[in-house]
């Protein structure tokens, strides 16, 4: 038997040989195809970034100096807010779900986080494995927190904080945190901000063994920006003539341990209460008599009182923001310059 062919007689066994090949051959193309598509999946599932989030700013920056695209980052506190006096929305909760690692300050400042943590974790009476890092819990823990021991902010006390030590500062240091003890401003400082961003690079070597040599020279990076931050406070506060500074609420100690700041006077003495008219009036002179020329006010809180401290002692108010965030001042790095040119301003 024959078959006509594209106008060609080809025997039966041929035809069929024929087909067959052909068939083999798309056969071997789709199973090809599907490989590659298979592939690409998986590539694109492995390469999909890590979920972080950070109950403040600099946390979830030190993140994105780590990961890079790697990582998407989401910060609970919105800027403006203070950590002091946040409370927590239905919206911060949903932000947890699907994160693989959870930042926090710890030390007794954000423990309102607490339950957002462990609410994230599950999900439709499933545990999903999440990194919970308190930073300043472990670099107390791990030793790492310079020896504030001491320095209790009194108005009209002028003390000079020197390069400490780095060890527990126990429960004595800071009672700002409603007598919980250790001051937990520790991100002010870029040397321990060195220390948390290789922590940080850990914790994500732990959901993201694959990527480890990605969180590892993302480690590296930041921590030489943060080495050439240190190096622009140190040379800032060492062109200046004077030391003293009036800051808004007590949470310098580290700034000022690292770069020999003295701390003349508080405006809070406890964040986000309101100070009593005798402490208002001491504090007036106080600023007098150490002939300061600006106090500093936070964007995060009323500046209400700052600027009338300003017009009875005769000075300027200028900002000096912990958290950062907002436009001129978007990453960690770029809020510190702007506070060590803020210091420059105050202390020439």
Same mark, same amino acid.
């Given at each position: 038997?024959?078959?006509?062919?594209?106008?060609?007689?080809?025997?039966?066994?041929?035809?069929?040989?024929?087909?067959?090949?052909? &068939? #083999?051959?798309?056969?071997?193309?789709?199973?090809?195809?599907?490989?590659?598509?298979?592939?690409?999946?998986?590539?694109?599932?492995?390469a999909a970034p890590v979920r972080v989030v950070a109950t403040i700013e600099p946390l979830a920056d030190w993140a994105r100096m780590v990961g890079g695209d790697d990582?998407?980052? +989401?910060?609970? &506190?919105?800027?403006?807010?203070?950590?002091?006096?946040?409370?927590?929305?239905?919206?911060?909760?949903?932000?947890?779900?699907?994160?693989?690692?959870?930042?926090?300050?710890?030390?007794?400042?954000? #423990?309102?986080?607490?339950?957002?943590?462990?609410?994230?974790?599950?999900?439709?009476?499933?545990?999903?494995?999440?990194?919970?890092?308190?930073?300043?819990?472990?670099?107390?823990? =791990?030793?790492?927190?310079?020896?504030?021991?001491?320095?209790?902010?009194?108005?009209?006390?002028?003390?000079?904080?020197?390069?400490?030590?780095?060890?527990?500062?126990?429960?004595?240091?800071?009672?700002? /945190?409603?007598?919980?003890?250790?001051?937990?401003?520790?991100?002010?400082?870029?040397?321990?901000?060195?220390?948390?961003?290789?922590?940080?690079?850990?914790?994500? *070597?732990?959901?993201?063994?694959?990527?480890?040599? *990605?969180?590892?020279?993302?480690?590296?990076?930041?921590?030489?920006?943060?080495?050439?931050?240190? #190096?622009?406070?140190? =040379?800032?506060?060492?062109? *200046?003539?004077?030391?003293?500074?009036?800051?808004?609420?007590?949470?310098?100690?580290?700034?000022?341990?690292?770069?020999?700041?003295?701390?003349?006077?508080?405006? +809070?003495?406890?964040?986000?209460?309101?100070?009593? /008219?005798?402490?208002?009036?001491?504090?007036?002179?106080?600023?007098?008599?150490?002939? &300061?020329?600006?106090?500093?006010?936070?964007?995060?809180?009323?500046?209400?009182?700052?600027?009338?401290?300003?017009? !009875?002692?005769?000075?300027?108010?200028?900002?000096? #923001?912990?958290?950062?965030?907002?436009?001129?001042? !978007?990453?960690?790095?770029?809020?510190?310059?702007?506070? $060590? $040119?803020?210091?420059r301003d105050a202390l020439k």
């Amino acid at each position: 038997m024959f078959f006509v062919f594209f106008g060609k007689k080809v025997a039966k066994k041929d035809f069929e040989a024929y087909i067959l090949s052909s &068939l #083999d051959a798309n056969m071997k193309t789709v199973t090809s195809l599907l490989f590659i598509l298979f592939l690409f999946a998986a590539s694109f599932v492995q390469a999909a970034p890590v979920r972080v989030v950070a109950t403040i700013e600099p946390l979830a920056d030190w993140a994105r100096m780590v990961g890079g695209d790697d990582v998407t980052v +989401e910060t609970l &506190l919105a800027p403006g807010h203070s950590p002091h006096t946040y409370d927590p929305t239905p919206g911060d909760m949903r932000k947890t779900v699907e994160a693989s690692v959870f930042l926090k300050v710890g030390l007794h400042l954000d #423990d309102w986080a607490d339950h957002i943590a462990n609410a994230g974790a599950s999900r439709d009476g499933v545990t999903t494995p999440c990194q919970l890092l308190s930073l300043g819990d472990w670099l107390k823990a =791990s030793a790492l927190l310079p020896d504030l021991s001491g320095i209790e902010p009194k108005s009209g006390v002028v003390t000079r904080i020197g390069h400490a030590g780095a060890h527990d500062d126990g429960d004595e240091a800071h009672h700002h /945190e409603e007598g919980h003890g250790t001051d937990p401003h520790f991100w002010l400082d870029p040397i321990l901000a060195q220390r948390c961003v290789d922590e940080i690079a850990r914790a994500l *070597c732990v959901v993201a063994p694959e990527r480890a040599d *990605c969180w590892k020279a993302g480690a590296a990076r930041a921590r030489g920006e943060l080495a050439v931050l240190d #190096d622009v406070l140190s =040379s800032t506060v060492a062109s *200046c003539s004077r030391r003293e500074i009036a800051c808004f609420h007590d949470g310098y100690k580290y700034l000022a341990a690292r770069y020999g700041l003295i701390r003349v006077a508080v405006i +809070e003495e406890y964040a986000g209460k309101a100070p009593g /008219e005798r402490y208002l009036i001491e504090l007036v002179r106080d600023i007098k008599r150490s002939k &300061l020329t600006a106090i500093f006010a936070e964007p995060q809180m009323s500046s209400r009182i700052a600027n009338v401290i300003a017009q !009875e002692a005769g000075v300027r108010v200028l900002i000096l #923001d912990p958290l950062g965030g907002t436009p001129g001042r !978007e990453t960690y790095l770029k809020n510190m310059r702007a506070n $060590a $040119a803020a210091i420059r301003d105050a202390l020439k």
